[in-house]
């Protein structure tokens, strides 16, 4: 069964922190580079973080430094800790493979993340 559940969002002011988690089944995350992808209002879903299964990491520049990829392989979970975050980080984000968007065809629900004041 394929299944992605992210978890965690929520409502932060500016500067704030949140860490978001992810729960895959096997088919999509083993093996897999996984990655964190984020939608905002009226934009394109995009990429902002991935890690393979090693461990080694990229971030969007956009991100770079304020958030942290990291994965649970024993658990089959993917987690973003969310630092300093910024009104520009508001969207839905998506844990999924990191692969072209145009070849994943199943998503999760995902989880708002809204930065506010």
């Known amino acids: 069964q394929v299944q992605l559940v992210e978890s965690g969002g929520g409502l932060v002011q500016p500067g704030g922190s949140l860490r978001l988690s992810c729960a895959a089944s096997g088919s999509i995350f083993s093996g897999n580079r996984m990655g964190w992808y984020r939608q905002a209002p009226g934009k394109q879903r995009e990429l902002v973080a991935s890690?393979?299964?090693?461990?080694?990491?990229n971030y969007a520049d956009s991100v770079k430094g304020r958030f942290a990829i990291s994965r649970d392989n024993a658990k089959n979970m993917v987690y973003l800790q969310m630092n300093s975050l910024k009104p520009e980080d508001t969207a839905v984000y998506y844990c999924?493979?990191?692969?072209?968007?145009?070849?994943?065809?199943?998503w999760g629900q995902g989880t708002q993340v809204t930065v506010s004041s």
């Open positions: 999924n493979a990191d692969r072209p968007i145009n070849t994943l065809d199943y």
């Open positions: 890690i393979t299964r090693g461990g080694n990491t």
